[in-house]
């Protein structure tokens, strides 16, 4: 048998006497252990003879149970299958726990970019001008007029207070550090993640885009309606379709406006920032105005007169005098409005009834600050939809019966008015407080500017709404204000009658400012969408992020384009508001749980210049900010959430290869700290156990890994839920082998990901390949987050004596397991195990419950049944009776059992009758026997053979003439020493045993086998007949594994009874429970 050894050179000679007195002792004790094995086979007491023919011992206890031999030193905690099944009534529970974890990679930082502007003109200003818009123009007055002062007061001040407690956030982010150019989303993505950065971020830029629409919307209605409604293309044929024509025209002039605007941007951005503050002066003018109207109604009211029917509005627009009748040259003559309610303009014609009933009163509609009509406008009127606007407290005369109100002159209301709705078309007029952080790379002191610009601008705009709001109130009257279009003053803009010195400065002044908002949208969306392409954490947007060759983004210009013109499709202004309040509120939201998050971390980083902030106010923010998207509008709410969902679990799983530092990663670690320390505070529960999974794999020289069906195995097992930690031993010191550790981490986490196994990796280094694994059985994972479970490949060359991971190392390892209390899974032929990507259309997953050890193996077939590898598979339970056991009974309790753990199996109990032990059974013991004797023999004579080298090679460097020496050291040197067993060495090896000092060669063929092993073989060659006659065909055989000797002197004969007992099965997976219960019959 063909061996090597190494000739080591000592230095001193008293190294080299202790050397060979230390390998004389040894091989003495090694000689008195080998005397101790033959003589007491097993170290069972009632089997003490090793022959087993021996006439003295009584033949029935010779034999008694030598069905389960292989399983008898386990009865006392393992009970049989047949014994359990009697005592279901007793059935108990333990538990096990779980948390899950994952990590991301690190990312570099944007550059920031030079300093230009102060606070005034780079904060305060732009954000003035993106807050002051559209909605103060077009329906603060109907918001007024609709909800009254108090309501209105209300919505404003819950909107004001909601941007207010933002902005404190928001400053306090953007003061904690360098803000570079991104803004809003930059601050979000690098405080809560990639995740929720780029969720938040596309919810910014869709409400950026959808604000960019509403302004457009805007400028459209203040062009039909109030500066040449001439210029309509679609009129309404029939009465009741100005609504369906007015929509018609906004969806044509619209689209015509946003190509207009989309080349605009596109070829000259520059002149869009320059005219910016143009429109900037018109809405500053434009609110000038307005208060200086104000102050004239104190003292002289403008003349806008309201023609009422009854209590009815009357609109202007088909009519110029306000009676039923006109006296000229002492003759009654009817009035146009007279001829609108009656059929001639005879006095005698039939007319409408309520026109027959009620006088026309005209009353002037701007009674100017003085007249006390604040009272009658401090209460709400809400409305249905086609009702008539009516004035309070105006006398009114019913008609008998309703006729048909269309066609006839009466200010109608065009949507169904109440108080959330009012909230949602309201709350874009106060977004826009981003402005000033959108241009932080432009800032001179971005963490001076940001918070004082921002809160001024809040402050100011939250005064110039609050305080119009009570000015409206009290200057014009309720039926004006309700008249969203205008129609009761000849279709005047109803806050410019309002003005001074003319309504044109506001129209004029809103549309310019409309104009320019829309731009500006335009403009940013598109830049915004950059950042987020940009930083590559969205991938399906990355083409986004190219551009012209100066930078300006092209492709991100057409997609905002084209997400406009779906909010101009929609044509109404009062249905795209909610939307952009949906993500803009999503947005503010988020600012809010950033800071919060942050403040209650209090992570080491997190160091605001801005000190007027605390968790409590940013945490009411968010509140307000999320009670207002469902006041709002529940279901916009309810889409906005979904796609944002959608957008963070897409980057969940797409992208967020980026580690910004962020506070929900702070979040994330304490709330594990959190759960670890829960975890371990009580014992788990039966029903939450699962497999938490250490896989053991052996690497080969180069660091890859050896078995990686070992990993796809897992995957199918686990199907990602619970805890796995992927381990593996480099033998040697951490110091030389810290490379190759690092590339052992990269290989092992590089097929984590081919075979999708989430978990962990670690790789120890230990000196000794036995010691590594039992320091990761010992010390993998962390708290309550351990593994339950060792999951392993059968060593296949283990009767190869030079293999590392020798039977000698895999036997420890189940025992180290078994004391450690975990479950150990043993994988057989590990490389014929299916792959990821493989399906099984038949077959059958095939348990053989020998012993009850936990309920382990009725777990594992579910588990695999749940990946499509193994769905199509069918379960089958085998169990063995014995003779004195009632296999029929025992079939139906077993069915009763799979019935109660809710599992759908084939029962099938195999009966194994006692019987003599055959002479393939006694052969193949002897066989075995014969074989771990010689092993043991060729080991000392190893030894022998390093000690005599030793000499040699010590006398050569004593000596250095001496021929002769030389010569036998030449011949001692080489590494690699053939032995080959002649005559005469076999001769001399015998006479060497005479002497009782020294242990020679053990006549291995006068031996006789041990009584206890051929009863453990005759289990093994018996069961295995059983299982290969039912289950040789079997997708996969499950297998109660034996444990190993009490005594470690019979350690190499167990690993030949689990080689016989699994010969000739294709797939095993040996299953050795840890004797808790993991699985229970209780809900």
């Known amino acids: 048998m063909p061996t090597s050894f190494t000739v080591v050179p000592v230095e001193a000679q008293g190294e080299k006497r202790g050397s060979a007195e230390r390998d004389g002792q040894l091989r003495e004790e090694e000689d008195e252990d080998n005397e101790r094995d033959r003589g007491t086979g097993d170290g069972i007491d009632k089997e003490s003879s090793p022959f087993i023919n021996n006439a003295e011992l009584d033949r029935g206890n010779m034999y008694e149970g030598k069905n389960m031999a292989l399983f008898e030193e386990e009865m006392d905690s393992n009970p049989m299958v047949s014994s359990l099944l009697n005592k279901l009534a007793n ?59 108090l309501e209105s007061f209300i919505i404003v001040f819950m909107c004001c207070a909601c941007t207010m407690l933002t902005a404190i956030s928001m400053s306090a982010i953007a003061t904690n550090g ?3 150019a991104g803004g809003s989303y930059y601050m979000i993505s690098r405080s809560l993640g990639p995740e929720f950065g780029g969720a938040v971020g596309l919810c910014f830029y869709l409400g950026t885009t959808f604000a960019g629409a509403m302004y457009i919307l805007g400028t459209i209605e203040i062009l039909l309606t109030y500066i040449t409604p001439s210029a309509a293309i679609f009129k309404a044929e029939e009465v009741g379709e100005e609504t369906e024509a007015m929509l018609n025209n906004m969806r044509v002039y619209g689209t015509c406006i946003i190509i207009l605007m989309a080349i605009v941007v596109f070829v000259g951005v520059k002149y869009v920032n320059k005219l910016a503050l143009v429109f900037l002066a018109c809405v500053i003018l434009s609110i000038i105005a307005i208060y200086a109207g104000v102050i004239k109604t104190a003292f002289d009211p403008p003349d806008f007169p309201i023609c009422l029917l009854g209590n009815r509005t009357l609109s202007k627009r088909s009519f110029d005098v306000c009676a039923k009748f006109t006296e000229s040259n002492n003759e009654t003559k009817t009035t146009p409005l007279w001829r609108l309610f009656c059929d001639s303009s005879l006095l005698n014609a039939t007319c409408d009834e309520y026109f027959r009933l009620n006088n026309v009163t005209e009353i002037q509609g701007i009674p100017g600050i003085m007249s006390g009509v604040l009272i009658d406008n401090l209460w709400s009127t809400y409305s249905e939809k086609g009702s008539i606007v009516e004035k309070k407290d105006q006398p009114s005369i019913a008609g008998s019966e309703e006729t048909k109100m269309g066609g006839l002159p009466y200010v109608f209301t065009d949507i169904m008015t109440y108080f959330t709705m009012l909230v949602g078309i309201y709350f874009p007029s106060v977004t826009g407080i981003m402005a000033g952080s959108n241009r932080s790379g432009d800032l001179k002191d971005a963490q001076k500017s940001i918070p004082t610009g921002t809160i001024l601008a809040i402050s100011t705009t939250s005064f110039i709404y609050l305080s119009c709001i009570v000015l409206f109130g009290a200057c014009i009257e309720g039926v004006i204000l ?9 279709g005047n803009l109803v806050v410019g009658t309002l003005a001074w010195p003319s309504p044109w400065v506001i129209v004029i002044g809103s549309f310019f400012s409309t104009c320019g908002a829309g731009l500006q949208s335009l403009t940013g969306a598109p830049r915004l969408l950059q950042a987020i392409a940009r930083d590559g954490i969205v991938p399906f947007i990355q083409i986004f992020g190219h551009g012209k060759a100066n930078g300006e983004p092209t492709w991100a210009l057409l997609l905002t384009a084209g997400i406009c013109e779906i909010g101009i499709l929609i044509a109404s202004l009062d249905s795209v508001a909610p939307i952009l309040s949906m993500f803009f509120l999503m947005c503010y939201m988020f600012v809010n749980l950033a800071c919060a998050v942050q403040t209650l971390l209090r992570t080491p980083n997190w160091r605001p210049r801005f000190k007027y902030y605390h968790w409590t106010l940013s945490f009411l923010g ?92 897992t995957s199918q ?137 936990g309920g382990m193996l009725m777990l594992l077939p579910f588990l695999l049944r749940q990946h499509k590898v193994w769905r199509k598979c069918k379960m089958r339970i085998f169990t063995v009776a014995q003779m004195d056991d009632n296999s029929i009974q025992m079939k139906k309790d077993l069915q009763m059992f799979l019935y109660h753990l809710r599992l759908n199996a084939q029962v099938e109990v195999v009966e194994m009758f006692e019987n003599d032990i055959s002479a393939f059974t006694y052969e193949k013991t002897l066989m075995m026997e014969q074989r771990s004797q010689m092993l043991k023999q060729m080991q000392l004579s190893k030894n022998e053979r390093e000690r005599e080298a030793q000499l040699i090679h010590d006398r050569n460097t004593a000596s250095h003439s001496a021929p002769a020496v030389e010569a036998s050291v030449a011949a001692a040197v080489p590494e690699k020493v053939h032995m080959t067993w002649t005559k005469e060495k076999f001769a001399a090896e015998k006479h060497k045993n005479k002497d009782p000092h020294v242990s020679g060669f053990k006549d291995v063929f006068n031996m006789k086998p041990n009584q206890s092993n051929v009863r453990r073989m005759h289990t093994a060659v018996k069961l295995n007949g059983v299982v290969l006659n039912k289950s040789q065909h079997a997708q996969l055989v499950l297998l109660n594994m034996p444990g190993p000797p009490k005594n470690r002197k019979g350690d190499e004969n167990y690993m030949e009874f689990l080689e016989v007992l699994t010969e000739g099965l294709d797939r095993v997976l040996l299953v050795r429970g840890s004797g808790r219960e993991v699985i229970t019959i209780y809900s």
Request: a positive charge; hydrophobic letters at 40%; aromatic letters at 10%.
């Open 717 to 853: 097992l686990k199907a990602g839920k619970g805890l796995t930690i992927v381990g593996s031993v480099l033998q040697g010191i951490y110091l030389d082998k810290c490379t190759e550790t690092q590339k052992a981490e990269e290989n092992v986490k590089a097929l984590m990901g081919v075979e999708k196994t989430k978990g962990f990796c670690q790789i120890v280094v230990s000196p000794s390949f036995r010691d590594g694994i039992s320091y990761l059985i010992q010390s993998a994972g962390l708290g309550g987050m351990k593994h339950n479970t060792v999951l392993m490949a059968w060593p296949q060359s283990w009767k190869q004596t030079e293999n590392r991971f020798s039977w000698k190392n895999f036997v420890d390892t189940v025992r180290e397991t078994t004391a450690a209390q975990q479950a150990l899974l043993v994988a057989k032929n590990i490389d014929l195990f299916p792959t990821n990507q493989e399906r099984f259309t038949e077959g059958n997953i095939d348990v053989w419950w020998i012993v009850h050890d």
């Open 482 to 490: 309700r008249d969203k279009f205008g129609e009761a003053v000849n």
């Open 91 to 149: 059935y108990t529970n333990l538990t096990q726990g779980v948390v899950e974890h994952e990590a991301d990679e690190d990312s570099k930082r944007k550059e920031v970019k030079g300093p230009r502007m102060g606070t005034f003109i780079g904060v305060y200003l732009p954000c003035l001008q993106n807050i002051l818009g559209v909605i103060l123009f077009l329906r603060l007055t109907w918001i007024v007029g609709t909800a009254g002062v």
């Open 178 to 180: 360098v803000v570079p």
């Open 622 to 713: 968010m509140s307000l900010c999320l009670a207002l998207m469902f006041i709002c509008s529940w279901y916009y709410a309810l889409i906005a959430m979904l796609i944002a969902g959608c957008i963070y679990k897409y980057i969940e799983y797409r992208g967020a290869e980026k580690e910004w530092g962020d506070g929900i990663r702070g979040l994330s670690l304490n709330a594990a700290r959190y759960a670890l320390l829960r975890v371990e505070d009580g014992p788990p529960h039966t029903k939450n156990w699962r497999p938490q999974l250490l896989v053991l794999l052996n690497l080969d020289n180069k660091q890859l890994v050896k078995h990686p069906r070992l990993l796809s195995f």
